[in-house]
Protein backbone atom coordinates (compact mmCIF):
# COMPACT_ATOMS: atom_id res chain seq x y z
CA UNK A 1 0.00 0.00 0.00
CA UNK A 2 1.50 3.60 -0.55
CA UNK A 3 2.04 5.86 1.89
CA UNK A 4 2.03 9.43 1.69
CA UNK A 5 4.33 10.93 4.16
CA UNK A 6 2.18 14.20 3.79
CA UNK A 7 -0.61 12.22 5.37
CA UNK A 8 1.91 11.55 8.47
CA UNK A 9 2.69 15.16 8.58
CA UNK A 10 -1.36 15.89 8.15
CA UNK A 11 -2.34 13.43 10.49
CA UNK A 12 0.01 14.14 13.92
CA UNK A 13 -0.42 18.21 12.67
CA UNK A 14 -3.98 17.39 13.23
CA UNK A 15 -3.83 15.42 16.51
CA UNK A 16 -1.54 17.92 18.21
CA UNK A 17 -3.58 20.95 17.72
CA UNK A 18 -7.16 19.25 18.28
CA UNK A 19 -7.91 21.46 15.24
CA UNK A 20 -8.53 21.29 11.56
CA UNK A 21 -8.54 25.03 10.95
CA UNK A 22 -5.56 25.37 13.72
CA UNK A 23 -3.55 22.73 12.07
CA UNK A 24 -4.24 23.94 8.23
CA UNK A 25 -2.93 27.34 8.84
CA UNK A 26 0.16 25.53 10.35
CA UNK A 27 0.25 23.90 7.67
CA UNK A 28 -0.35 26.00 5.14
CA UNK A 29 -3.18 24.22 3.28
CA UNK A 30 -7.34 24.86 3.54
CA UNK A 31 -9.25 23.31 5.98
CA UNK A 32 -11.19 21.38 3.44
CA UNK A 33 -7.89 20.18 1.73
CA UNK A 34 -6.87 18.80 5.20
CA UNK A 35 -10.55 17.20 6.37
CA UNK A 36 -10.17 15.56 2.96
CA UNK A 37 -6.39 14.47 2.73
CA UNK A 38 -7.11 13.20 6.39
CA UNK A 39 -10.42 10.81 5.35
CA UNK A 40 -8.58 9.36 2.74
CA UNK A 41 -5.94 8.47 4.69
CA UNK A 42 -7.99 6.96 7.36
CA UNK A 43 -10.04 4.62 4.30
CA UNK A 44 -6.52 3.70 3.12
CA UNK A 45 -5.58 2.44 6.16
CA UNK A 46 -9.20 0.70 7.42
CA UNK A 47 -9.23 2.78 10.49
CA UNK A 48 -10.51 5.59 11.95
CA UNK A 49 -7.40 8.13 13.69
CA UNK A 50 -9.33 10.81 14.83
CA UNK A 51 -12.85 11.48 16.77
CA UNK A 52 -14.44 14.73 15.31
CA UNK A 53 -16.93 16.53 17.23
CA UNK A 54 -18.22 20.10 16.39
CA UNK A 55 -15.92 21.58 18.88
CA UNK A 56 -12.38 19.49 18.52
CA UNK A 57 -10.73 16.85 17.35
CA UNK A 58 -8.84 14.17 19.30
CA UNK A 59 -6.58 11.05 18.39
CA UNK A 60 -8.82 7.54 19.04
CA UNK A 61 -6.72 4.61 20.56
CA UNK A 62 -5.23 3.85 17.43
CA UNK A 63 -4.82 7.49 16.21
CA UNK A 64 -3.06 7.69 20.03
CA UNK A 65 -0.74 5.06 19.02
CA UNK A 66 0.57 6.20 15.57
CA UNK A 67 1.03 9.45 17.28
CA UNK A 68 3.14 8.22 20.33
CA UNK A 69 5.13 5.94 17.67
CA UNK A 70 5.63 8.63 14.62
CA UNK A 71 5.57 12.14 16.54
CA UNK A 72 8.46 12.20 17.67
CA UNK A 73 10.28 10.95 14.01
CA UNK A 74 8.12 13.73 12.32
CA UNK A 75 10.24 16.16 14.47
CA UNK A 76 13.48 14.52 14.06
CA UNK A 77 13.33 14.78 10.51
CA UNK A 78 12.19 18.34 10.59
CA UNK A 79 15.18 19.42 12.97
CA UNK A 80 17.70 17.09 10.19
CA UNK A 81 15.99 19.64 7.15
CA UNK A 82 16.53 22.66 9.41
CA UNK A 83 20.19 21.09 9.97
CA UNK A 84 20.87 21.05 6.30
CA UNK A 85 20.75 25.02 6.10
CA UNK A 86 24.25 24.80 7.51
CA UNK A 87 25.12 23.94 3.62
CA UNK A 88 23.66 26.92 2.47
CA UNK A 89 25.08 30.07 1.45
CA UNK A 90 22.60 31.82 4.08
CA UNK A 91 21.05 30.15 7.27
CA UNK A 92 16.96 29.78 6.74
CA UNK A 93 14.31 27.84 8.55
CA UNK A 94 11.53 29.19 11.25
CA UNK A 95 12.04 29.87 14.83
CA UNK A 96 9.00 29.59 17.22
CA UNK A 97 8.85 31.91 20.26
CA UNK A 98 6.28 32.25 22.98
CA UNK A 99 6.24 35.54 24.98
CA UNK A 100 4.32 38.82 27.07
CA UNK A 101 3.41 41.50 24.80
CA UNK A 102 5.40 43.69 26.44
CA UNK A 103 8.85 42.00 26.15
CA UNK A 104 8.06 41.35 22.70
CA UNK A 105 8.14 45.08 21.77
CA UNK A 106 10.94 46.69 23.93
CA UNK A 107 13.74 43.02 24.01
CA UNK A 108 12.85 41.04 21.13
CA UNK A 109 12.04 42.83 18.21
CA UNK A 110 15.13 45.83 18.76
CA UNK A 111 17.21 42.96 19.18
CA UNK A 112 16.24 40.77 16.80
CA UNK A 113 15.63 43.24 14.15
CA UNK A 114 19.43 43.64 12.52
CA UNK A 115 19.48 39.62 12.41
CA UNK A 116 16.40 39.60 10.16
CA UNK A 117 17.47 42.09 7.46
CA UNK A 118 21.18 40.46 7.51
CA UNK A 119 19.23 37.27 7.24
CA UNK A 120 16.24 36.98 4.80
CA UNK A 121 15.65 33.45 4.83
CA UNK A 122 15.16 32.97 8.48
CA UNK A 123 11.54 33.67 9.67
CA UNK A 124 10.52 34.10 13.43
CA UNK A 125 6.74 33.44 14.80
CA UNK A 126 5.72 34.74 18.08
CA UNK A 127 3.03 33.70 20.37
CA UNK A 128 2.15 37.25 22.22
CA UNK A 129 -0.26 36.11 25.43
CA UNK A 130 -0.26 36.44 28.95
CA UNK A 131 -0.14 32.83 29.84
CA UNK A 132 2.34 30.14 30.42
CA UNK A 133 2.55 27.88 27.17
CA UNK A 134 4.15 24.61 27.53
CA UNK A 135 6.98 24.73 25.10
CA UNK A 136 7.55 21.24 24.70
CA UNK A 137 4.32 20.28 23.84
CA UNK A 138 3.17 23.11 21.64
CA UNK A 139 6.40 22.74 19.85
CA UNK A 140 7.84 25.96 20.32
CA UNK A 141 12.04 26.30 20.20
CA UNK A 142 11.90 28.71 22.72
CA UNK A 143 9.85 31.08 25.99
CA UNK A 144 10.75 34.40 27.20
CA UNK A 145 9.48 34.64 30.83
CA UNK A 146 10.87 36.31 33.95
CA UNK A 147 14.03 34.40 35.76
CA UNK A 148 12.18 33.35 38.76
CA UNK A 149 9.09 31.40 36.74
CA UNK A 150 11.13 29.05 34.40
CA UNK A 151 11.21 25.56 35.19
CA UNK A 152 14.67 24.30 36.06
CA UNK A 153 14.86 21.62 33.54
CA UNK A 154 15.27 24.20 30.92
CA UNK A 155 18.75 26.29 29.46
CA UNK A 156 17.70 29.88 30.37
CA UNK A 157 19.83 32.98 29.54
CA UNK A 158 18.80 36.44 30.55
CA UNK A 159 18.35 38.78 27.74
CA UNK A 160 17.15 42.36 29.04
CA UNK A 161 17.96 44.22 32.47
CA UNK A 162 17.42 43.44 36.00
CA UNK A 163 13.50 44.79 36.49
CA UNK A 164 11.52 47.02 39.36
CA UNK A 165 7.95 46.80 40.51
CA UNK A 166 5.94 50.10 40.00
CA UNK A 167 3.27 51.23 41.92
CA UNK A 168 1.82 54.37 40.47
CA UNK A 169 -1.76 56.45 40.26
CA UNK A 170 -2.62 59.41 38.32
CA UNK A 171 -2.73 62.41 39.46
CA UNK A 172 -6.35 62.85 39.26
CA UNK A 173 -6.48 59.95 41.60
CA UNK A 174 -4.31 61.43 44.00
CA UNK A 175 -6.16 64.66 44.53
CA UNK A 176 -8.92 62.61 46.12
CA UNK A 177 -6.71 59.87 47.82
CA UNK A 178 -3.67 60.77 50.23
CA UNK A 179 -0.39 59.50 49.08
CA UNK A 180 0.13 55.94 50.29
CA UNK A 181 3.57 55.95 53.04
CA UNK A 182 4.23 52.44 52.99
CA UNK A 183 2.60 49.17 51.40
CA UNK A 184 0.47 48.65 54.31
CA UNK A 185 -1.63 51.77 53.59
CA UNK A 186 -2.83 50.47 49.93
CA UNK A 187 -5.82 48.69 51.76
CA UNK A 188 -7.53 51.85 52.44
CA UNK A 189 -7.01 52.51 48.77
CA UNK A 190 -8.97 51.47 45.06
CA UNK A 191 -6.45 49.61 43.70
CA UNK A 192 -6.59 47.67 40.41
CA UNK A 193 -6.13 43.79 40.26
CA UNK A 194 -4.79 41.53 38.05
CA UNK A 195 -5.79 38.07 37.76
CA UNK A 196 -3.16 35.77 36.98
CA UNK A 197 -3.68 33.47 34.54
CA UNK A 198 -1.90 30.45 35.23
CA UNK A 199 -3.02 30.29 38.26
CA UNK A 200 -6.54 31.52 38.59
CA UNK A 201 -6.16 33.48 41.52
CA UNK A 202 -5.31 37.40 41.91
CA UNK A 203 -1.88 38.38 42.14
CA UNK A 204 -0.69 39.44 45.44
CA UNK A 205 1.59 42.86 45.46
CA UNK A 206 4.87 42.01 46.90
CA UNK A 207 7.19 44.37 48.15
CA UNK A 208 10.55 44.10 49.56
CA UNK A 209 10.81 45.29 53.37
CA UNK A 210 14.23 45.24 55.58
CA UNK A 211 15.82 42.25 52.68
CA UNK A 212 12.55 40.23 52.97
CA UNK A 213 8.91 39.58 51.41
CA UNK A 214 6.25 42.06 52.66
CA UNK A 215 2.59 40.91 50.86
CA UNK A 216 -0.46 42.87 50.30
CA UNK A 217 -3.66 41.96 49.09
CA UNK A 218 -5.38 44.71 47.95
CA UNK A 219 -8.99 45.33 46.88
CA UNK A 220 -10.57 47.21 43.87
CA UNK A 221 -13.44 48.03 41.67
CA UNK A 222 -11.45 46.68 38.49
CA UNK A 223 -9.53 42.97 38.07
CA UNK A 224 -7.61 42.39 34.45
CA UNK A 225 -5.40 39.57 32.99
CA UNK A 226 -4.01 42.19 30.46
CA UNK A 227 -1.04 44.42 31.88
CA UNK A 228 -2.06 47.05 29.13
CA UNK A 229 -5.47 47.48 29.87
CA UNK A 230 -4.36 47.64 33.94
CA UNK A 231 -2.27 50.64 32.58
CA UNK A 232 -5.16 52.52 30.97
CA UNK A 233 -7.34 51.73 34.10
CA UNK A 234 -4.25 53.52 35.97
CA UNK A 235 -4.31 56.39 33.51
CA UNK A 236 -8.42 56.82 33.74
CA UNK A 237 -7.76 57.70 37.44
CA UNK A 238 -9.62 54.65 38.49
CA UNK A 239 -7.20 53.49 41.45
CA UNK A 240 -3.09 52.45 42.51
CA UNK A 241 -1.56 49.94 39.32
CA UNK A 242 0.98 47.58 40.08
CA UNK A 243 3.17 46.30 37.35
CA UNK A 244 7.34 46.16 36.63
CA UNK A 245 8.00 49.85 35.84
CA UNK A 246 8.53 48.91 31.70
CA UNK A 247 4.89 48.53 31.63
CA UNK A 248 3.95 52.28 32.22
CA UNK A 249 6.86 53.06 29.38
CA UNK A 250 6.84 57.23 29.78
CA UNK A 251 3.28 57.94 31.66
CA UNK A 252 5.86 58.13 34.88
CA UNK A 253 8.89 59.97 33.49
CA UNK A 254 5.49 62.18 31.51
CA UNK A 255 3.84 62.95 34.89
CA UNK A 256 0.99 61.20 34.06
CA UNK A 257 1.40 58.75 36.69
CA UNK A 258 3.14 59.44 40.12
CA UNK A 259 4.98 56.47 41.26
CA UNK A 260 4.19 56.36 44.73
CA UNK A 261 6.44 53.32 47.28
CA UNK A 262 9.80 53.42 45.72
CA UNK A 263 11.50 52.75 48.20
CA UNK A 264 9.87 49.21 48.99
CA UNK A 265 10.35 48.03 45.19
CA UNK A 266 13.79 46.61 44.47
CA UNK A 267 15.12 45.31 41.31
CA UNK A 268 14.78 41.47 40.24
CA UNK A 269 15.69 39.00 37.75
CA UNK A 270 14.35 40.29 34.56
CA UNK A 271 13.44 38.67 31.05
CA UNK A 272 15.55 35.12 30.33
CA UNK A 273 14.86 33.17 27.31
CA UNK A 274 14.26 29.66 27.90
CA UNK A 275 14.66 26.34 25.95
CA UNK A 276 14.32 22.34 26.11
CA UNK A 277 18.41 21.18 26.20
CA UNK A 278 19.26 20.51 22.68
CA UNK A 279 22.38 18.72 21.63
CA UNK A 280 22.01 19.97 17.72
CA UNK A 281 20.49 23.38 17.76
CA UNK A 282 19.37 24.71 14.13
CA UNK A 283 21.49 27.66 12.32
CA UNK A 284 18.58 30.05 12.26
CA UNK A 285 17.91 29.23 16.30
CA UNK A 286 21.57 29.89 17.39
CA UNK A 287 21.74 33.08 15.54
CA UNK A 288 18.28 34.16 17.65
CA UNK A 289 20.39 32.93 20.53
CA UNK A 290 23.35 34.93 19.90
CA UNK A 291 21.06 37.90 18.93
CA UNK A 292 19.12 37.88 22.12
CA UNK A 293 22.20 37.44 24.57
CA UNK A 294 23.24 40.28 27.16
CA UNK A 295 26.08 42.11 26.04
CA UNK A 296 28.03 43.21 29.17
CA UNK A 297 28.87 47.09 28.33
CA UNK A 298 32.84 47.44 28.24
Known amino acids: MKRNLNDLLYFVTVAREGSFTRAAALLGVTQPALSQAISAFEERMKIRLLT???????????????????????????????????????????????????VLRTILLPKLTPLLQKYPDIHIEFDANHGFRDIVADRFDAGVRLGDTIDKDMIAMPIGPKLRMAAVASPAYFENHPIPQTPHDLTNHTCINQRMI??????????????????????GQLTFNTSEHIVDAALAGLGIAFLPE?????????????RVLEPWCLPFPGYYLYYPSRKQPSPAFSLVVDALRMRRKN
Open 246 to 258: EEFGPHIQEGRLI
Open 52 to 102: RTTRSVSPTAAGERLLNSIGHRIDEIETELDMLTELRDKPAGTVRITCGPN
Open 198 to 219: RSGGLYVWDFDQDGGDLNVRVS
